[in-house]
C-alpha cells in the first residue's frame, strides 16, 4: 500500500507551463461544482462512516470534510488579501491542530457543507469576475518562500 498515494489520491497541483483561459475556466468550474460533490458524496453516511478514516493515521470523513470548510476559508481570504493589497505575506495556519479542535471532531458535517456552498458561491461569483491584470497579483506563503499569482492559485 502506498501512503503517499493514498495520502494525495490525486496527486499534487502540477502547474501548467502556461495558465490558459481554459485552465481558469475549468478550474473555476471545479471550484463552483464542489459544494454539490461533497454534498452528494456525504449525504447517506451515518455517524459510523463520519467516524472513518480513509487511510492509516489519516483524519476522519468528518474532519476532511471540515478541513475542507476550514481551507477553503483561507483560500478565499488570501484571494481577498491579494486582491486589496500589495503582495501581501499570508499568515499559514496548522491544518493538523484545526483538525482536532472540538468542533472539527464532532461537529455536525451540515455545518460545514452549509459553510462550503455560501464560501463557493462567492468564491465562484469573485473569479468569474477577475481581468487579466488581477490575475497576475500574488501573495507570498511564508512557509513556502514563494509568490503564488492568483491565476496559479484557482488551480490549486
Known amino acids: 500500500m502506498n501512503l503517499e498515494k493514498l495520502k494525495y489520491p490525486i496527486g499534487y497541483f502540477q502547474k501548467p507551463e502556461a495558465i490558459t483561459a481554459k485552465h481558469l475556466t475549468s478550474w473555476t468550474a471545479t471550484i463552483a461544482e464542489f459544494p454539490q460533490k461533497i454534498t452528494a458524496l456525504t449525504k447517506n453516511l451515518d455517524e459510523d462512516a463520519l467516524s472513518k478514516t480513509y487511510r492509516p493515521g489519516g483524519w476522519t470523513i468528518r474532519q476532511l470534510v471540515h478541513h475542507c470548510a476550514d481551507s477553503h476559508m483561507n483560500a478565499f481570504i488570501r484571494f481577498k488579501l491579494a486582491l486589496t493589497e ?52 500574488e501573495y507570498i506563503h511564508p512557509e513556502h518562500g514563494k509568490r503564488f499569482s492568483l491565476s496559479e492559485t484557482i488551480g490549486m
Open 86 to 137: 500589495e503582495t501581501p505575506k499570508i499568515k499559514p495556519y496548522f491544518e493538523d491542530k484545526w483538525a482536532e479542535l472540538p468542533d472539527t471532531r464532532s461537529a455536525a458535517i451540515t455545518s460545514s457543507l452549509q459553510l462550503i456552498e455560501g464560501l463557493h458561491a462567492r468564491w465562484a461569483t469573485l473569479l468569474q469576475s477577475l481581468h487579466s491584470e488581477d490575475l497576475i497579483r
